[in-house]
């Protein structure tokens, strides 16, 4: 299936994927503003998209910059948070930084792993969140990855 984020970016996902609603978006992060969110329950796992919109501030700063903050943030708010690894590759022929990491549900002992992954277009930042049970990640990511190689500027 394919989707649209922010206007320039589109991807495609299996179909065993669903959107998801506002309130799902709004339960796991917080806020809808400028995401988009998929999902599959029998798969236990989320991908999420988000941009910002154009501002001065993304003059000054850079993807790399964008990442460590959010990286911060989840250090701060995911419980037992732990980085895996660290790396930098290209997403739809932009440069792109992220972080794979593993974290204990906070309202469960269940264990979840997951990436963030922060690029530039033009003067938007996209954010792309990937979450999975850690049991189910290896099948997970390599579905992931699939998305994130169909990834490509409008």
């Known amino acids: 299936?394919?989707?649209t984020a922010g206007g320039e970016l589109k991807f495609l996902y299996?179909?065993?994927f669903h959107m998801m609603s506002i309130e799902e978006i709004d339960r796991y992060f917080c806020d809808h503003t400028n995401r988009i969110g998929i999902r599959s329950n029998e798969r236990h796992v989320i991908v999420s998209v988000s941009y910002t919109k154009p501002k001065i501030v993304n003059y000054l700063t850079d993807a790399k910059s964008v990442l460590s903050?959010?990286?911060r943030n989840m250090k701060r708010n995911?419980?037992?948070y732990k980085r895996i690894e660290k790396r930098q590759f290209d997403v739809a022929s932009k440069k792109a930084y992220?972080?794979?990491f593993e974290y204990t549900a906070t309202d469960s002992p269940v264990e979840q792993c997951g990436e963030l992954i922060v690029f530039r277009v033009n003067q938007k930042?996209?954010?792309i969140y990937y979450?999975?049970?850690k049991s189910l990640d290896q099948e997970n990511y390599r579905d992931f990855q699939a998305i994130l190689n169909s990834?490509?500027?409008a």
């Open 125 to 127: 930042f996209y954010s």
């Open 69 to 71: 903050s959010a990286e």
């Open 14 to 16: 299996p179909e065993y």
């Open 1 to 3: 299936m394919l989707q």
């Open 98 to 100: 992220s972080v794979r």
């Open 151 to 153: 990834m490509e500027l």
């Open 78 to 80: 995911l419980k037992n």
């Open 131 to 133: 979450v999975s049970l």
